[in-house]
């Protein structure tokens, strides 16, 4: 039964961290007033809490945790696990920090972490897993070196990059390639296939243009800077370093979901 107890926990804890609190909380009063029904009824119940597909379906999927993994922890046993999950969300979230981060022209008095500093940091501070996720490489060494240091570590790589094939040839150069032997060798990477992409009325498909970088979906930053040198030394380029909270473990879940779902597909270079 514990084992059982502290399966229910961990799914509540993965919800409370995907959720907003309201829906979260929604979930757990309806599960309350449920009590005594059956499963059927108890299931439809508690997805009225929120019109939201994507909600409804992380709804959904607790349910089948709850009832496959810990069948014999009650209504009152998930509701409390939610709630517990709730709370320490809560407070994590109010531990959250977030820093500016600049490459740019110094301005006296608005210190600013840099670029280059930020993104290492999130690759040195790694231990489990870490997601990056850039429209362009070239020519980072430092930033491959960090990378390779991860793997050696342990840590599971995962990068996700524009291509010249999916994108129509509009990158000038194989960003896979740039990365590296040592990089390709030890990471994960993935591209946005041309045929998942969406495409306008003249023919032009989507690009993959986000960067950021996720550790341990714990400490999350997100830039304008693409994975070049211009971009870490002589751009101009703003983003945050975030540290804590539901944001590092939301942006990772959404680009393991498209792992899982095949949105985005892992390539050998």
């Excluded at 032009?204 to 341990?216: I, P, R, T, W």
């Excluded at 539901?246 to 680009?255: C, D, E, G, K, N």
Aim: aromatic share 4%.
């Amino acid at each position: 039964m514990n084992a059982e107890l502290a399966r229910l926990a961990d799914e509540a804890a993965a919800l409370a961290a995907a959720l907003p609190p309201a829906v979260l909380r929604g979930l757990a009063e309806a599960l309350m007033q449920t009590a005594g029904e059956d499963a059927a009824y108890l299931r439809h119940q508690a997805l009225q809490v929120t019109p939201h597909p994507h909600f409804r379906a992380l709804l959904g999927e607790f349910l089948d945790a709850w009832q496959r993994g810990a069948p014999r922890a009650g209504v009152e046993a998930c509701a409390a696990a939610l709630l517990a999950a709730l709370a320490a969300t809560a407070r994590a979230r109010q531990e959250q920090s977030v820093e500016l981060v600049w490459t740019g022209p110094d301005v006296a008095g608005m210190p600013l972490r840099r670029t280059d500093q930020a993104l290492l940091e999130v690759i040195d501070t790694a231990q489990r897993s870490l997601l990056i996720v850039s429209f362009a490489v070239y020519k980072v060494p430092a930033v491959a070196e960090a990378i390779v240091r991860a793997a050696v570590r342990g840590v599971a790589v995962s990068i996700c990059l524009e291509a010249p094939e999916p994108s129509d040839q509009r990158m000038g150069y194989d960003t896979i390639q740039a990365l590296g032997p040592q990089v390709q060798a030890c990471a994960a990477v993935y591209v946005w296939p041309r045929e998942r992409r969406p495409v306008d009325a003249h023919g032009n498909a989507g690009l993959l243009h986000a960067k950021c970088a996720v550790a341990d979906e714990r400490m999350l930053f997100v830039s304008s800077a693409n994975l070049t040198e211009h971009a870490m030394n002589l751009n101009m380029e703003l983003g945050v370093l975030i540290q804590g909270g539901r944001l590092p473990a939301s942006v990772a879940r959404q680009f393991l979901r498209m792992l899982e779902v095949g949105i985005l597909r892992r390539v050998t270079p």
